[in-house]
């Protein structure tokens, strides 16, 4: 099972920009970013595989990319909001599809902490 540690988390005014890093320990394919804010559901937020797809809310402002050299997937979120503000977990697939649901991803990471001031 591949290990995922996330990085890149931090204090940001709205309207400023963020890139996040997720570091696998091995080969990686289908990868998704996901976000858990205090008293609301894990929610999904980004997937790559052969390609891309967004949440409706981030879609425009978030991107989501991968260096297989280096089994990393980042997310660049732009115009961030505080509703943004979260823990930002990725996340391996393991079904075949554009799958959002969080119960078809394994291997969490630890998550990293991201903060969006007013």
């Known amino acids: 099972q591949v290990q995922l540690v996330e990085s890149g988390g931090g204090l940001v005014q709205a309207g400023g920009s963020l890139r996040l890093s997720c570091a696998a320990s091995?080969?990686?394919?289908?990868m998704g970013w996901f976000r858990q804010a205090p008293g609301k559901e894990r929610e999904f937020v980004a997937g790559?595989?052969?390609?891309?797809y967004y949440a409706d809310s981030v879609k425009g402002r978030f991107t989501i990319s991968r260096d297989d050299a280096k089994n990393t997937v980042y997310l660049l979120m732009n115009s961030l909001k505080p509703e943004d503000t979260a823990v930002y977990y990725c996340?391996?697939?393991?079904?075949?599809?554009?799958?959002?649901?969080?119960?078809?991803?394994?291997?969490w990471g630890q998550g990293t902490q991201v903060t969006v001031s007013s």
């Open positions: 996340a391996q697939s393991t079904v075949w599809g554009m799958t959002r649901r969080p119960a078809d991803f394994a291997s």
């Open positions: 091995g080969r990686t394919f289908s």
């Open positions: 790559i595989n052969w390609s891309t």
